[in-house]
């Protein structure tokens, strides 16, 4: 199984971002330098919605201005799940166009103990990665 490493602080961040905006998805972005996801940048849901996310362009296009001029990488995406599984939907798969990112999915199924998975979806294959904090 593929490895995506990503530093406790910014899953704590992540779960923390779902909490908040719960019972609508919350989505973000993740950075890092080399293959080590070390940052979050937390955007807006405009859908407004508890079953899809979506980011603002401009959001993103910032996103990328940003992490060019830090020397940094786009290594990931999450979003949360408030009433389902930590496991991409089919609106998640078609709507997947990063192949290089990992696809995080933070599930509130059970809100005491959130479930954190990670994917990467390539032309609509998903497969699953094993999370190493750090």
């Not at 971002?17 to 330098?33: A, K, N, Q, R």
């Not at 955007?43 to 996310?53: D, G, H, L, Q, Y």
């Not at 799940?81 to 078609?94: L, N, R, V, W």
Request: net charge neutral; glycine share 2%.
């Amino acid at each position: 199984m593929p490895v995506v490493k990503i530093s406790v602080n910014v899953v704590n961040q992540m779960i923390e971002h779902s909490l908040i905006e719960s019972p609508l998805e919350c989505c973000g972005l993740l950075m890092g330098d080399s293959q080590k996801i070390t940052q979050l940048w937390k955007t807006e849901n405009v859908a407004k919605s508890p079953i899809r996310f979506e980011i603002e362009p401009k959001e993103l296009l910032t996103f990328s201005r940003y992490i060019e001029k830090c020397k940094l990488k786009h290594l990931g995406i999450y979003h949360s799940h408030p009433s389902s599984e930590a496991y991409p939907s089919q609106t998640d798969i078609a709507q997947a166009h990063y192949p290089e990112c990992a696809y995080f999915i933070i599930s509130l199924l059970g809100p005491t103990e959130p479930n954190i998975r990670a994917f990467t979806i390539i032309q609509q294959i998903v497969q699953e990665k094993l999370i190493q904090r750090f």
